[in-house]
Nanobody
Framework: EQLVESGGGWVQPGGSLGLSCVVS????????IGWARQARGKGLEWVSG???????YYKDSVQGRFAVSRDNAKNTVYLQMHNLNTADTAVYYC????????????????WGEGTQVIVSS
């Protein structure tokens, strides 16, 4: 199993970015994929995710600004991020863990290498 994130970069506050998580080795339509992030000096936190049945999860602070989706044919999960602010600056990871209001376990499941998002003026 392999997960590869892309789409990070620099954006000004209020801007948008779209992240992709290309998955190989298993079928995302039958799996849960979570999006986590880690800001410098802080711990991992879940921001979003999509379950096998299509349910989605969003951290309160990103609700209404982020949107998670998937393309089963491409075996890819997306995270569209809008109205970004400096607090969204972090390395973003996709992982094979169910997301929620608890800390991710970096030693559980499969993780991508991450993609850096910088929100700055």
């Amino acid at each position: 199993e392999q997960l590869v994130e892309s789409g990070g970069g620099w954006v000004q506050p209020g801007g948008s970015l779209g992240l992709s998580c290309v998955v190989s080795g298993f079928d995302i339509s039958r799996s849960v994929i979570g999006w986590a992030r880690q800001a410098r000096g802080k711990g991992l936190e879940w921001v979003s995710g999509i379950f096998a049945d299509g349910r989605t999860y969003y951290k309160d602070s990103v609700q209404g600004r982020f949107a998670v989706s998937r393309d089963n044919a491409k075996n890819t999960v997306y995270l569209q991020m809008h109205n970004l602010n400096t607090a969204d600056t972090a390395v973003y990871y996709c992982a094979t863990q169910p997301p929620g209001d608890f800390a991710p376990r970096a030693d559980f499941g499969f993780w991508g290498e991450g993609t850096q998002v910088i929100v700055s003026s």
